[in-house]
């Protein structure tokens, strides 16, 4: 229950005070946070380096514009001679034939080897695009370490997406870790805020004390060319510049005036930013509930029996699975092998 | 006139800071400590006239500081102010049993802290 001023003023004045009140709450002290995260991997880039490998990655427009100049001329080519590659394909195809027979037994030996679990990869992009025409055996295009792991991320991360898989525990999804980040990074930004707010009013504090000096110069200006425009009134100039200075008196005052409602923008951006404080308590309140569930979880299940990981079964009747076997595919498989 | 402003938020400080350069304070008549065990070390060394506290600090919470400061010492008498987010009544109710003399929830306005140390001083 929050309390108003006007209630906090009632209980100074010692009208609402009772000893039996509601107990004292429980002192929330903050938890200490935590060093910042220094992260081997992922490490963000400062412009510099981006900029930098933008210019390694750069390459002169016309210079591209050659490069594909020559790649279309060279799919040109190909293209024309696309009948002889057809033919040498095929002659290659009709030669290895009979080695593709001799070891097609291999190849299904090893295809029976892999394990049926294993989820089919989605085919990365690079592999939807059409293929070269190449006089290689099919063989060849059996992706490389990279792109097997291009393959592997993308399915993973699809997963992840899909809420299949959980994100990986790193510095960087380590909720708590997180929202401390928040907290820190956001306390120095605000007082980088703060520095420039008060940059500002000090400027403006100078600015009201040049204008103060510029006001009393105008004022004893006036005083002097009006003496001197009475005393000399065949001089033009001094009435004009009696003039002039006479219209210029209040720029000062208005400099001062303006100054004085920006100073008081200015402070009350400054009174804002408590908020920033409110929102880092609050987030300091998610990070203590989160570890005090976190501890409450580990409690929960924590084992403190001699229990030891035993092995279990795959599949299970009652399973709703593909995989399963009924009694007539286990006859036929049980012959199928005649063991 | 010297003020010791205590609040682990170096924003809040300054927030403080500049609402009391504006009752005509100068930057020299005030410093600051970030919890209770800084705030403390700094009582023993110098003396001030009125002390702002926050509540929730890590090390030594405004409480245990108010609580310290009122069991003995040379700052036994002065007036302390808590500036803190905790707004139930209970909190305010526990503050005041520990000593304190006055109560501001944050946010607060530049008005407020002045009618609070005005009303402080004046007694």
Redesign the interface.
Known sequence: ???S?E??EA??SGLD?QED?????E????E?EPAPVIEDDNTSMSEDDIAELIAQTDVPSEETQEDSVEALTEDTVSSENIDDLINSIEDSSSDTQDDESENIDDILASIDGMDESIPEAPVAPSAVETPEVNAEPAVESIPSEPEKEAIAKDWTDGQIDQGVFPFPVEKNTKVVNQLSEVATDS?EK??KI?DVL?FILDENNEIQKNSKKMDEFLIKQIVLLDSLSKKFPNISSFKTNLELAQSLQTVPQDIIDRTNAENSQL?EA?????????N??KIERVMSVIKKLSTYLNNLFEDETDYHDVATAKHIHGDVNSNLVDEQDLDALIAEFGN | MKILIV??????R??IG?VVM?LGFSRDDFDEAEDGVKAWKILGESQYDIILTD????NM?G??LVQKVRSGGNHQKVPIIMIT??????????A??AGVN?????????E?LKEKLDGVLKK
């Open positions: 229950m929050s309390m001023q209630e906090i209980l100074m005070i009140e509601s107990p004292a709450p002192v929330q002290e903050p200490p306390e605000a007082s703060f008060s402070f400054m009174e804002l930013m408590q908020f920033h404080d409110i880092r308590q | 609040d682990d938020s170096s924003t809040m300054r927030i500049n504006q509540w929730n600090m890590p919470n409480l245990e987010t905790e707004g139930g009544k209970g909190e305010v109710i526990t005041l049993k006055n109560y501001i929830v944050k946010p607060f306005s530049a407020i």
